[in-house]
């Protein structure tokens, strides 16, 4: 408690608003985490999808395959992900590192951001101290 009481006025609004900012950020980062497409895993599962689960690695097609066409969801999503997924667990994998380096994205966005207003509030408190604190011109000079 001894710490709360050294902070000034707009530390404590900062640490106020960094909490509540970084709650939302967590918020933001869960609800936008990957969910699992059942489109996806059962095209990983079916027989006829066996020579989209075989491409190499670094072979991503250049092309996305046409709605409807067989296979779509899988197509679509080494398209779009640009990684190959031979199994559920290879999704699954991917789908976490999907997940975390956007949450770790946005973690980095809010220390850039909370640490820029730490910044600005600083200055503008030295500033204050500065302009506060000059004189003008003595009387007899």
């Given at each position: 408690?001894?710490?709360?009481?050294?902070l000034n006025a707009w530390q404590k609004f900062w640490g106020l608003f960094a909490i509540v900012f970084l709650i939302s950020t967590?918020?933001?980062?869960?609800?936008?985490?990957p969910r699992r497409d059942p489109d996806v895993v059962a095209d990983l599962r079916a027989p006829k999808c066996s020579s989209w689960r075989e491409i190499e690695e670094g072979q991503i097609p250049v092309f996305?395959?046409?709605p409807g066409q067989p296979c779509y969801a899988l197509?679509?999503?080494?398209?779009?992900?640009?990684?190959?997924v031979r199994s559920e667990s290879d999704y699954d994998r991917a789908r976490f590192r999907?997940?975390?380096r956007k949450s770790l994205t946005f973690l980095a966005i809010w220390?850039?951001?909370?640490g820029s207003i730490?910044?600005?509030g600083v200055a503008g408190v030295g500033a204050k101290k500065v302009l506060v604190g000059r004189k003008g011109p003595q009387a007899g000079q």
């Open positions: 408690m001894h710490m709360f009481q050294r967590l918020v933001l980062a869960v609800s936008t985490w996305q395959p046409e197509g679509q999503f080494l398209f779009h992900e640009r990684t190959v999907v997940g975390v220390a850039g951001f909370m730490y910044v600005l």
